[in-house]
T-cell receptor
Framework: AQSVAQPEDQVNVAEGNPLTVKCTYSVSGNPYLFWYVQYPNRGLQFLLK??????LVKGSYGFEAEFNKSQTSFHLKKPSALVSDSALYFC??????????FGTGTRLQVFP | GAVVSQHPSWVICKSGTSVKIECRSLDFQATTMFWYRQFPKQSLMLMATSNEGSKATYEQGVEKDKFLINHASLTLSTLTVTSAHPEDSSFYICRPEAGSYNEQFFGPGTRLTVL
């Protein structure tokens, strides 16, 4: 079965520093991978996706993610964190029945 | 980008009552609707999938008679929580999809609190 894992419940980073939110995947076949952000009491906002092509995917709000097939990872990154980036981040994979399977989420806290 | 609305955004009800949640895709036709439930500090769990004009397909462990889903038009789907109980208190989120591989749009969510 397709799945994603987010090993960190929370990531803390100082404003202006680079951030990484980790995600690993387990799929059969080609992975369709996604990152979403959720602010309190809000639905999910799409950040970026990997379907095929360039391993470095650029998304919204300055975020990017790197697809690494050998490490089965799809980590979310941003060169310089903002306090406003503090939110809950979800990695997801589209399974072979076209459903989105979500990771457990990682809370990002950016300190001023 | 596409706009998806949910109504109400927050509802508090007494145990035993039924609550209807609406999800509207305002500028595209949703051939498929996904309904998710999110408990506090947890991830999104898919409850059911519905195609316009067809009966919904429920995930394992989700009671179809308790969570009634109607997808009668391409722009509106409803989730009715029947005889709600405190354990049904959760954040309910819809995701309309037009065709395949259109994962960008989620509703803003409805917070249900059952007293």
């Amino acid at each position: 079965a397709q799945s994603v894992a987010q090993p960190e419940d929370q990531v803390n980073v100082a404003e202006g520093n680079p951030l990484t939110v980790k995600c690993t995947y387990s799929v059969s076949g080609n992975p369709y991978l996604f990152w979403y952000v959720q602010y309190p009491n809000r639905g999910l906002q799409f950040l970026l996706k990997y379907i095929t092509g360039d391993n470095l995917v650029k998304g919204s709000y300055g975020f990017e993610a790197e697809f690494n097939k050998s490490q089965t990872s799809f980590h979310l990154k941003k060169p310089s964190a903002l306090v406003s980036d503090s939110a809950l981040y979800f990695c997801a994979v589209r399974d072979n029945t076209d459903k989105l399977i979500f990771g457990t989420g990682t809370r990002l806290q950016v300190f001023p | 980008g596409a706009v998806v609305s949910q109504h109400p955004s927050w509802v508090i009800c007494k145990s035993g009552t039924s609550v209807k949640i609406e999800c509207r895709s305002l500028d595209f036709q949703a051939t498929t609707m996904f309904w998710y439930r999110q408990f506090p500090k947890q991830s999104l769990m898919l409850m059911a999938t519905s195609n316009e004009g067809s009966k919904a397909t429920y995930e394992q462990g989700v009671e179809k008679d308790k969570f009634l889903i109607n997808h009668a038009s391409l722009t509106l789907s409803t989730l009715t929580v029947t005889s709600a109980h405190p354990e049904d208190s959760s954040f309910y989120i819809c995701r309309p999809e037009a065709g395949s591989y259109n994962e960008q749009f989620f509703g803003p969510g409805t917070r249900l609190t059952v007293l």
